[in-house]
């Protein structure tokens, strides 16, 4: 199947992410958006938030301001999938050093 995403994924280099100060594994993620591990009725369809902080492991969280809608939920309450909408210069920055 081809990969029709506009943004390398990183799949060996997960993240924690912080929206409203609740905390989420990123097990994928590109400039484009992140897949998370979470439960689909804390982040429902649809909504938008704003993620906070991202670091990687063991890393002291980095402050980055990144706009991003859920647009894909797993029926088996486990995985969401956000969309970025909008990343300020300091997110691009953090989540391209997290990337090397």
Partial sequence: MEDRSA??????VSVAITIGGLQYRGNEWSFGGFLLDADPADLPLGTL???DSVRSHKKKPKPVEIRARV???SGDRAHVALSS?????DAFRVLDELRR
């Fill in 7 to 12: 943004h390398t994924r990183q799949g060996n």
């Fill in 49 to 51: 938030v704003c993620i």
């Fill in 71 to 73: 647009v894909r939920a």
């Fill in 85 to 89: 909408l909008h990343l300020n210069d």
